[in-house]
């Protein structure tokens, strides 16, 4: 067993840990007794598991190091057959059976070659009985430690408890129980952030009949907008995007900002806290000192460069070796298959922006009323579920392609095999996921041009505006919808179609054996009949909370329900996830990890983006700029220092444009002119921008409360983005990555195995000594 690093219990009953007790005041004391019978009233910590369900798995009375034939002795064995706990034993057996030479032969080694050849259909460690049982546990206790985790953490009922970490860990292995630590953490700090954006929202619900800016666009039965497409669509009052108006202050209002730079901040500190977290979760698992093996050669990469070796500089053995240039000449290619991988994503986006434009005008020649008055809406609702099915049939393809492209790069081990596969991966589903969004945010509405010079696609379709009250309604409908329709989606394809096919195979062994018989299989064969994790890990369900989190930060100045939206789905993702664990795979190999690996520097990233993004939406997007510049430079309170609604008087009327009718383009002229407003034609109407009245020197320039707004939103993004960074790096320099309780715990920790391995190997030498002395073979220069 010497190559063995498993960190297992040993301890010496004369060390014992200490505590220290505080000392108590007799008027600390009385207001203790009075709390402690407000309490009796109270549930007893309801998260908590119940301890006589989930016996202690720890002894925490004993030190740890690792296991060693040679210093046996130094450790407690009750029982031989226990000793090594159930993940344990399967992976000594795996690491037998990965190395074992089954076949007279250079490469007739290894459990996973009689896999590849088709000699095996499958390999995996049996799950301890079933999960199920007659009996109920807390009366009889649990069947197994399987039986155990259905009934304390996979279950419905127990949805709100914390999570038996420890016994997930025993018996899925720490690289499970770390994914299953790492969500459950996120899931808990999700609480703030989605407490926090709910208050946004409800200050923008009981703000809402207190807002001039909504006020003045349901007031405004005179003023008549100009249509948003060619030719079908019609004039229209601007008093008629009221409730587009009043939607809009929910999610753009004076809590926007303070929101922004929470999110950023709770970014930065839920990454900091996890990073202790992680570290009081590997110091209990015994992963502080843990180091992974030197890591084995890919079968691929062996049999691709088995006839060039070189000398390896640790263990000193010849092993295959890819020369520099065409490690180079793969990294090329992989990156052109990246990159144009990445110009199909703006491809789809751009079929995306000419549906929508020619759309437009269809919904507002449409029969129905009710879509004909609400053509933009229809046109934003359709495009977004048109655009989440494409999302999803691109994913099928984006796989099959980054999977190609990371064998083409011949990566030399599993590690690297794992991290280039994710970090593609993890960009094709992102800008997948994303480019419509940065669209809707960034891109709709800007560059449309002005009524008589609109810019268009190909010379031909006009571009798509802005409602008349802003674009953010738009990309709240586009981030609400693919919030929801995405987790829906993801929450079926992880417990429903392994549901489906697990029953469909139930169905067809009762068919096979008939059925009224009634039949009893041995376990590793109901094992096999349940479906094996995917060949990725946990690939899927990292990927899924990965992206979920830049949903959550990316764009939610705009969205301030995201982080609300977020934790719902957590709270069920993460008793999903235990079901599936349990119940409806097979049981994974137990493997060893010391952290989250490559994802912790994608959240890193995440975090960097959301920061840079947000300042984008609130300066471009919404119209937080446009009215503060109103309400200190052109308002009724300009040059008084102030900002209130009384400030933004007018508002609405110094934010919209004068177009003369005339001016139309041919290919641009409405079928109507106007005459059911006010029983005559139309002269004039109304646009969203910043431009000089037809009559002016330069008719239809740039306005210079235009190049005000311009340099407030630039000056905005940079001081926002300064400030906020600089809070982030001020927070990740004040937290430490270890607390000081556990530093101080793993130093006399160190201090006291120290003075205990002195004292046993002292103990060893003097009882060596004495049995020399009982058997006379003590010399005089002996030494103690």
Known sequence: MGFLLDWLHFCCSSRRKIYYLPRRYKFMSRIDKQISRFRRWLPKKPMRLDKETLPDLEENDCYTAPFSQQRIHHFIIHNKETFFNNATRSRIVHHILQRIKYEEGKNKIGLNRLLTNGSYEAAFPLHEGSYRSKNSIRTHGAENHRHLLYECWASWGVWYKYQPLDLVRRYFGEKIGLYFAWLGWYTGMLFPAAFIGLFVFLYGVTTLDHCQVSKEVCQATDIIMCPVCDKYCP????????????????????????????????????????????????????????????????????????????????????????????????????????????????????????????????FAAFKWALIRNNSQVATTGTAVCINFCIIMLLNVLYEKVALLLTNLEQPRTESEWENSFTLKMFLFQFVNLNSSTFYIAFFLGRFTGHPGAYLRLINRWRLEECHPSGCLIDLCMQMGIIMVLKQTWNNFMELGYPLIQNWWTRRKVRQEHGPERKISFPQWEK??????????????????????????????????????????????????????????????????????????????????????????????????????????????????????????????????????????????????????????????????????????????GYTLQFWHVLAARLAFIIVFEHLVFCIKHLISYLIPDLPKDLRDRMRREKYLIQEMMYEAELERLQKERKERKKNGKAHHNEWP
């Not at 990890?593 to 984008?616: C, H, M, P, Q, R």
């Not at 444009?657 to 041919?666: G, L, P, Y």
């Open 235 to 362: 004039f229209m009052r601007l008093s008629d995007s009221c409730v587009y108006a009043k939607v809009t202050h929910l999610f753009d209002n004076g809590a926007t900002v303070f929101f922004a730079v929470f999110m950023a901040v709770w970014a930065t500190v839920f990454l900091e806290f996890w990073k202790r977290r992680r570290a009081v979760i590997a110091y209990d698992w015994d992963l502080i000192d843990w180091e992974e093996e030197e890591e084995e050669i890919r079968p691929q990469f062996e049999a691709k460069y088995s006839k060039k070796e070189r000398m390896n500089p640790i263990s000193g053995k010849p092993e295959p070796y890819q020369a520099f240039t065409d490690k180079c000449s793969r990294l090329i290619v992989s990156a052109s298959g990246i990159f144009f991988m990445i110009c199909v994503v703006i491809a789809a986006v751009f079929g995306i922006v000419i549906y929508r434009v020619v759309t437009v005008s269809t």
């Open 527 to 700: 094992d096999y009949n349940l479906q094996p994790m995917n060949a990725y890990g946990l690939f899927d369900e990292y990927l899924e909370m990965i992206l979920q989190f830049g949903f959550t930060t990316i764009f939610v100045a705009a969205f301030p329900l995201a982080p609300l939206l977020a934790l719902l789905n957590n709270i069920i993702e993460i008793r999903l996830d235990a079901y599936k664990f349990v119940t409806q795979w097979r049981r994974p190999l137990a493997s060893r990890a010391k952290d989250i690996g490559i994802w912790y520097g994608i959240l890193e990233g995440i975090g960097i983006l959301s920061v840079i993004t947000n300042a984008f939406v609130i300066a471009i997007t919404s119209d937080f700029i446009p009215r503060l510049v109103y309400a200190y430079k052109y308002g009724p309170c300009a040059g008084q220092g102030e900002a209130g609604q009384k400030c933004m008087v007018g508002y609405v009327n110094a934010s919209l444009s004068v177009f003369r009718i005339s001016d139309f383009e041919n290919r641009s002229e409405p079928e109507s002119d106007g005459s059911e407003f006010s029983g005559t034609p139309l002269k004039y109407c109304r646009y969203r921008d910043y431009r000089d009245p037809p009559h002016s020197l330069v008719p239809y």
